[in-house]
């Protein structure tokens, strides 16, 4: 736990935020300001700045992160989602710890961004 992370305090229940579900090693709630009409935010437990900060073990607890998304997508039955991570401020980043934005019911490819 890093004292002054938001999401660690989120993680700790010491702010409140809507959780959707959670495993052993990862929590997911609902974005605060939503950005699609499914705007759901995924991340470790454990303080991991970015994908900058990953360390070779810590690549079963990020496969934990995915498994959510996963999870949360096939049972509540969404037909498509896309999970998002923004890396360093110069790529959006605004909240340093490590988190997935997982997007559905809107196709974020409608306004220019190709991939
Ligand atoms: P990023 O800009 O990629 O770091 O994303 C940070 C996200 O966290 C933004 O989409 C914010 O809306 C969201 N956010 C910030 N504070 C909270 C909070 N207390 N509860 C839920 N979502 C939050």
């Known amino acids: ?10 993680i700790a229940k010491e702010i409140p935020s809507t959780i959707i ?5 990862a929590l997911a709630i609902r974005d605060i300001h939503p950005k699609a009409p499914t705007h759901y ?18 690549q079963m607890l990020v ?3 995915i498994s ?11 037909a498509g ?3 998002i991570a923004n890396n ?4 959006g980043q605004s909240v340093m710890h490590m ?3 997982f997007l559905a019911g809107a196709n974020i490819y409608e306004h220019g961004l190709q991939l």
């Open 1 to 10: 736990m890093e004292s002054s992370c938001i999401f660690c305090k989120i």
């Open 21 to 25: 579900k959670e495993n052993q090693s």
């Open 41 to 58: 935010l995924i991340m470790p437990k454990m303080h991991i700045q970015s994908i900058f900060h990953m360390q070779d073990d810590h």
């Open 63 to 65: 496969g934990q992160v």
């Open 68 to 78: 959510l998304a996963r999870d949360i997508a096939i049972e509540t039955e969404i």
């Open 81 to 83: 989602f896309n999970l």
């Open 88 to 91: 360093g401020v110069s790529a």
């Open 99 to 101: 988190h997935f934005h």
